[in-house]
């Protein structure tokens, strides 16, 4: 394994280093020398995403301002990251998938009490962003459990980091939080009041995890689980919500065990989850082979309501309830119907086929060509079968290879329901929808590829959008060596174990790729062990904080991260 040091740093040693070309006009002229004389700068990685810069104080200062430069398609553009610093220090925090940011050059003014900046640093960059990513691992011992695979299933509920449980017992979910240092630890406040146990007590694993609500007060989740004990044969989704409860005579919110809807683990019930995210009312289910050609149910936990309906049609339903989406009466008996589903708004339901056929029927039939069913909820529905009304089918474009190109594998929406992606692993391709609000309709406007070709990578097996428009995509199958940024195609090096890499994206307001801001972060940190990085991903709400889960990593917590001694034992990377 070779590890990149991809990201040199240039420590400002006067106005002269590193090079000028461009940058802020500030006034050069003896006085202004004689007034100032010099800004060195001098920048040092912590653990968790902070960068603290260090500088000289300069005679005649009132306050410094730190700028940046952006290196977009048409010009070199800058932006003041910080204004009116006082002091000669800054944490500078990154939103590392801004891997454009994370590398740009610097600079860092030196201003009187006028705000007339008189002398300036030379630009530098940032070096060995690789420490700031956050690491978490499981809290076990290595001892008590064979196969933990954290970080399978990942959520945020604020600023919560919740992951799948991790061990063999009957839990379900834990929730880390973020401490001084950035780093991410069992929230021990919270360990007892969001303990929860499955149903029946057997043990179980969840492999996805969906959440709503805005703090831990109207917490409500979601998490799908397959039995880990021989003889089980059901898979739940446990949902839970927090509830007041007494602690020795002191109410207390508690996450407690709401319902738990369960299904043969034949018909893969639960096997992708959604919820509209913070204001959400509603847990869609998917379970791809049920009754042959999948099937999607939804459990709602806030009342439904119609206000547009005629009064002999349905003003409202009242809360929990659960439901069936009606699927097409034409999908192909393989199709895998529910095999990805996203929301928004609780208005807007993507529902994935990756095996459906198209052009059913016809000589020109494309088996498992895959299919995306785009549904909104009815204003006026006279019954329950009519709650959710199918309005578009996205396929692929002409011009692509269709059969078996996994078209619906994965599907994300973003918060205004108005842009899905859809991957189509089979190709290595994400395909974009934007909807016309005035004409009413669904268009494709982009297909986005991975930053370097190589075939086979599965790109689009799984996506995530935040919600200021970065897109991180996996691809599980990519071959690149050694772990860390690239934000060029020409530093990825074919040679790697195979553990994936996860491509990241910045979309342009409208939704289409940002050619100028993209880059690659590749797993291979532990050689020869398939770490299955980017297995699960998902942006903090409101952020551009990425986790990304690694369940095959192989180190024990009490050990280096480069430690291969615990198979299986997994970890959950935070950019």
């Given at each position: 394994?070779?590890?990149?040091?991809?990201?040199?740093?240039?420590?400002?040693?006067?106005?002269?280093?590193?090079?000028?070309?461009?940058?802020?006009?500030?006034?050069?002229?003896?006085?202004?020398?004689?007034?100032?004389?010099?800004?060195?700068v001098?920048?040092?990685?912590?653990?968790?995403?902070?960068i603290?810069?260090?500088?000289?104080?300069?005679?005649?200062?009132?306050?410094?301002?730190?700028?940046?430069?952006?290196?977009?398609?048409?010009r070199?553009?800058?932006?003041?990251?910080?204004?009116?610093?006082?002091?000669?220090?800054?944490?500078?925090?990154?939103?590392?998938?801004?891997?454009?940011?994370?590398?740009?050059?610097?600079?860092?003014?030196?201003?009187?009490?006028?705000?007339?900046?008189?002398?300036?640093?030379?630009?530098?960059?940032?070096?060995n962003?690789?420490?700031?990513?956050?690491?978490?691992?499981?809290?076990?011992n290595?001892?008590?459990?064979?196969?933990?695979?954290?970080?399978?299933?990942v959520?945020?509920q604020?600023?919560?980091?919740?992951?799948?449980?991790?061990?063999?017992?009957?839990?379900?979910?834990?929730?880390?939080?973020?401490?001084?240092?950035?780093?991410?630890?069992?929230?021990e406040?919270?360990?007892?009041?969001?303990?929860l146990r499955?149903?029946?007590?057997?043990?179980?694993?969840?492999?996805?995890?969906?959440?709503?609500?805005?703090?831990f007060?109207?917490?409500?989740?979601?998490?799908?689980?397959?039995?880990?004990?021989?003889?089980?044969?059901?898979?739940?989704?446990?949902?839970?919500?927090?509830?007041?409860?007494?602690?020795?005579?002191?109410?207390?919110?508690?996450?407690?065990?709401?319902?738990?809807?369960?299904?043969?683990?034949?018909?893969?019930?639960?096997?992708?989850?959604?919820?509209s995210?913070?204001d959400?009312?509603m847990?869609?289910?998917?379970?791809?082979?049920?009754?042959?050609?999948?099937e999607?149910?939804?459990?709602?936990?806030?009342?439904?309501?119609?206000?547009?309906?005629?009064?002999?049609?349905?003003?409202?339903?009242?809360?929990?309830?659960?439901?069936?989406?009606?699927?097409?009466?034409d999908?192909?008996?393989?199709?895998?119907?529910?095999?990805?589903?996203?929301?928004?708004?609780?208005e807007v339901?993507?529902?994935?086929?990756?095996?459906?056929?198209?052009?059913?029927?016809?000589?020109?039939?494309?088996?498992?060509?895959?299919?995306?069913?785009?549904?909104?909820?009815?204003?006026?529905?006279?019954?329950?079968?009519?709650?959710?009304?199918?309005?578009?089918?996205?396929?692929?474009?002409?011009?692509?290879?269709?059969?078996?190109?996994?078209?619906?594998?994965?599907?994300?929406?973003?918060?205004?329901?108005?842009?899905?992606l859809?991957?189509?692993?089979?190709?290595?391709?994400?395909?974009?929808?934007?909807?016309?609000?005035?004409?009413?309709?669904?268009?494709?406007?982009?297909?986005?590829?991975?930053?370097?070709?190589?075939?086979?990578?599965?790109?689009?097996?799984?996506?995530?959008?935040?919600?200021?428009g970065?897109?991180?995509?996996?691809?599980?199958?990519?071959?690149?060596?050694?772990?860390?940024f690239?934000?060029?195609?020409?530093?990825?090096?074919?040679?790697?174990?195979?553990?994936?890499?996860?491509?990241?994206?910045?979309?342009?307001?409208?939704?289409?790729?940002?050619?100028?801001?993209?880059?690659?972060?590749?797993?291979?940190?532990?050689?020869?062990?398939?770490?299955?990085?980017?297995?699960?991903?998902?942006?903090?709400?409101?952020?551009?904080?990425?986790?990304?889960?690694?369940?095959?990593?192989?180190?024990?917590?009490?050990?280096?991260?480069?430690?291969?001694?615990?198979?299986?034992?997994?970890?959950?990377?935070?950019?």
């Amino acid at each position: 394994m070779t590890k990149k040091l991809l990201l040199p740093l240039c420590i400002a040693v006067g106005l002269s280093a590193c090079g000028s070309g461009g940058g802020s006009d500030v006034s050069s002229t003896p006085a202004a020398q004689e007034k100032g004389k010099f800004v060195t700068v001098t920048p040092a990685v912590q653990k968790g995403g902070a960068i603290a810069l260090s500088w000289n104080q300069v005679s005649g200062a009132d306050h410094y301002k730190l700028l940046r430069y952006r290196q977009t398609r048409q010009r070199l553009t800058d932006e003041v990251v910080a204004t009116h610093v006082t002091g000669t220090s800054l944490n500078l925090v990154l939103d590392l998938v801004d891997m454009d940011a994370a590398t740009a050059d610097y600079e860092l003014l030196a201003c009187d009490s006028s705000d007339y900046c008189f002398t300036k640093s030379a630009k530098f960059r940032l070096e060995n962003l690789e420490q700031a990513i956050g690491k978490v691992k499981t809290n076990l011992n290595r001892y008590d459990s064979d196969r933990v695979r954290f970080g399978s299933a990942v959520a945020w509920q604020q600023d919560y980091l919740v992951t799948n449980i991790t061990d063999d017992s009957n839990g379900i979910v834990q929730l880390y939080s973020a401490q001084g240092d950035g780093q991410y630890q069992i929230d021990e406040s919270l360990l007892r009041k969001s303990y929860l146990r499955t149903a029946d007590r057997h043990a179980t694993r969840a492999n996805s995890i969906v959440t709503a609500g805005s703090s831990f007060d109207d917490f409500f989740l979601a998490a799908a689980t397959l039995p880990s004990e021989q003889g089980k044969d059901e898979a739940f989704v446990y949902m839970a919500k927090t509830m007041d409860t007494m602690n020795n005579g002191n109410p207390e919110r508690w996450l407690q065990g709401h319902t738990a809807p369960r299904g043969p683990v034949s018909d893969s019930y639960g096997a992708a989850l959604a919820s509209s995210g913070e204001d959400g009312g509603m847990i869609m289910m998917g379970h791809p082979t049920k009754n042959t050609s999948g099937e999607v149910s939804y459990y709602f936990f806030k009342d439904l309501s119609f206000p547009a309906a005629p009064e002999q049609y349905m003003k409202s339903i009242s809360s929990p309830g659960e439901f069936k989406v009606n699927r097409p009466n034409d999908l192909a008996a393989d199709a895998k119907f529910g095999a990805s589903v996203a929301i928004a708004k609780d208005e807007v339901l993507v529902v994935g086929a990756p095996m459906d056929s198209l052009l059913k029927g016809s000589a020109s039939e494309i088996k498992h060509g895959g299919a995306v069913y785009v549904y909104r909820k009815a204003l006026a529905p006279r019954n329950y079968n009519e709650i959710w009304q199918l309005e578009t089918v996205l396929t692929l474009p002409d011009g692509y290879s269709k059969e078996n190109s996994g078209f619906g594998s994965s599907v994300v929406i973003n918060k205004a329901a108005n842009l899905v992606l859809v991957g189509a692993p089979g190709i290595d391709r994400v395909l974009t929808y934007k909807y016309d609000e005035q004409r009413g309709f669904w268009s494709e406007i982009d297909a986005i590829t991975p930053v370097k070709a190589s075939a086979g990578q599965k790109f689009g097996s799984q996506l995530a959008l935040s919600d200021k428009g970065f897109l991180a995509v996996s691809a599980p199958s990519a071959p690149w060596r050694g772990f860390g940024f690239h934000t060029s195609a020409d530093t990825l090096e074919r040679g790697g174990d195979l553990d994936g890499a996860v491509y990241i994206y910045r979309l342009n307001d409208y939704g289409n790729r940002n050619y100028a801001w993209e880059g690659a972060i590749t797993g291979d940190s532990v050689s020869g062990v398939n770490e299955e990085f980017g297995a699960s991903l998902k942006f903090k709400p409101g952020t551009n904080t990425l986790a990304v889960g690694a369940p095959g990593h192989p180190s024990d917590p009490t050990l280096d991260w480069s430690d291969r001694s615990w198979p299986n034992a997994g970890a959950v990377y935070i950019y």
